[in-house]
């Protein structure tokens, strides 16, 4: 995918742009670098569903640890904990289609954090 605009957002695990959004839905690319990882999060206002561009991502949902690639994709269900991990030597790509009545930043629980973020 293209890198050639800045990012919506820096964070410690990677970045991310927001690409479209409108009312109850927002999307995003989600750039996870090589042994980055997300919280463990839910989410109280929306659900989500992640495709994977590139990279080999592992995704935690619930209980369960998923492996995906390039092609893959899976939901994540309102109030559901979740996390992406990157364990690749390259970046991990994902769209993320966010579906909810409120879409804002800070619609974040998160329940474990490798960068102490509360």
Do not use: C
């Not at 042994?35 to 209980?63: F, M, P």
């Amino acid at each position: 995918m293209s890198h050639d605009h800045e990012p919506t957002e820096t964070r410690p695990w990677g970045r991310f742009y927001v690409l479209d959004e409108g009312p109850g839905f927002k999307v995003k690319r989600i750039v996870v670098t090589p042994n980055g990882r997300l919280s463990l999060q839910s989410h109280r206002h929306r659900s989500e569903h992640w495709a994977i561009v590139s990279g080999e991502a592992t995704v935690t949902i619930g209980e369960g640890v998923h492996t995906l690639r390039r092609g893959d994709s899976i939901d994540i269900a309102l109030g559901e904990r979740h996390r992406l991990e990157n364990y690749g030597d390259v970046d991990v790509e994902v769209v993320e289609v966010q579906f909810g009545d409120y879409l804002g930043e800070d619609d974040i629980i998160r329940y474990d954090d490798a960068y102490e973020r509360s």
